[in-house]
């Protein structure tokens, strides 16, 4: 213990000062890059007030030839993260930077509970009753109203859309459910790392049975384990970040994304490290996670099992509903690797793909990419920001 207490105290000594990034919300990053920004606010339906972040043209105000209007790109983040995770890297390297060079009006979405939606017309994020939500909420209230609010703000009656991680399962549900008419507004849905099911199991969503996962999620309803945030605070991050920063413990930090599966193939910039972490991971709600377990069990997507009785209350059925992705028809285009530890290829191949209908048009396998790096990978520009733009090019004036 003592030895650990007198390396900590040597690192400490050796931090360096904080990036400037690692203080900066999303506006103000934008905004010490030179680019212009606005802050938007949508209050759903059912009473949350979520930021979003619009960049309205790149910083040399270029436009799309024979466009009378810049195209709207609207991109939603994965769990645990923000529309931060759009700007991680450099501008070259980060993708709200490269759409919104290329010409694109571009919006960043978020979702409750993260620190873009802590604003309630009733209640308090120290409530229990403010951390009632699954990613379904995410999707009927947050993006459908964030999408609606973008369409209306730029006077266009529909718009491309980027998600990543559960930032595609929150659009494939929305689109499930929605009509010909509401997915008309999605003129491109690009789903990067997508998320409709499980086959693969994956630690810790498969730690529970599903008795014991059905047990758990009871006790939360009833109070007796509490509808709470999972997150992790602060100051831990700050903490995290600070020793990440040291020149002792630099390599530590590029270890652990090597075990989380992160940085095993060399895309990350590890000197952004550090201002990662300071805007990672973000919260999200107990029933989020535990919905999340259920996708696994159930290796598809459906609406959160609240048990028979409940389930009779509050959906009509005694089983929750699926969300049937054969129903959608906006034109979707997918992005996977089968060195995804998340998203597995088998996932994408056996459940997406062979369950959606006329609106999946194409999909891409991609060579050694993990997760994350669609979000935080060097070679995301190349390899998949500029290859959509190009789609999206093809598709305004093909």
């Not at 690797?337 to 597995?344: C, G, V």
Request: charged share 20%; proline share 4%; glycine share 6%.
């Amino acid at each position: 213990m003592i030895a650990i207490f007198l390396l900590l105290l040597i690192s400490i000594g050796s931090l360096k000062s904080k990036e400037i990034e690692e203080t900066l919300d999303a506006v103000e990053l934008i905004a010490y890059y030179g680019y212009p920004v606005e802050r938007h606010y949508v209050t759903t339906d059912d009473g949350y007030t979520i930021e979003m972040q619009r960049i309205p043209y790149g910083r040399d105000d270029r436009s799309i030839d024979g466009c009378t209007k810049r195209p709207v790109v609207f991109f939603m983040h994965g769990l645990f993260a923000t529309s931060y995770m759009y700007l991680f890297n450099l501008p070259s390297q980060s993708a709200a930077f490269v759409f919104a060079d290329a010409g694109f009006d571009v919006w960043l979405g978020n979702i409750r509970g993260t620190e873009y939606g802590l604003n309630h017309t009733t209640f308090h994020p120290k409530e229990a009753r403010f951390w009632n939500f699954t990613l379904y909420e995410h999707s009927h209230f947050d993006l459908r109203q964030q999408i609606e609010y973008a369409l209306e703000k730029t006077n266009q009656k529909s718009l491309f859309y980027v998600g990543h991680s559960q930032g595609t399962t929150v659009m494939f549900a929305r689109l499930a459910e929605a009509d010909a008419t509401w997915q008309s507004k999605i003129r491109i849905f690009f789903a990067m790392g997508p998320t409709a099911g499980f086959l693969k199991p994956l630690m810790p969503f498969t730690l529970l049975g599903e008795g014991q996962l059905q047990k758990l999620i009871q006790f939360v309803l009833d109070g007796k384990f509490g509808i709470l945030p999972v997150e992790v605070p602060k100051a831990i991050s700050s903490i995290i970040t600070n020793i990440c920063q040291s020149r002792f413990f630099s390599p530590l930090c590029s270890a652990g994304l090597n075990a989380a599966g992160l940085e095993t193939l060399g895309q990350v910039n590890t000197s952004r490290i550090p201002i990662i972490i300071s805007h990672f991971p973000s919260a999200t709600s107990t029933l989020n996670l535990l919905h999340w377990a259920q996708i696994f069990k159930f290796h598809e997507l459906r609406r959160l099992d609240l048990g028979a009785k409940r389930n009779l209350i509050a959906y009509g059925q005694k089983e929750a509903p699926k969300f049937d992705i054969g129903n959608i028809v906006a034109q979707t285009i997918l992005y996977f690797s089968k060195e995804d530890q998340i998203t597995d290829e088998m996932d994408v191949r056996e459940i997406i793909m062979k369950q959606m209908g006329p609106g999946l048009i194409e999909s891409y396998s991609l060579d050694h990419f993990t997760h994350a790096d669609y979000a935080i990978g060097l070679r995301a520009t190349d390899e998949v920001y500029k290859p959509i733009i190009y789609r999206i090019s093809a598709h305004l004036f093909f």
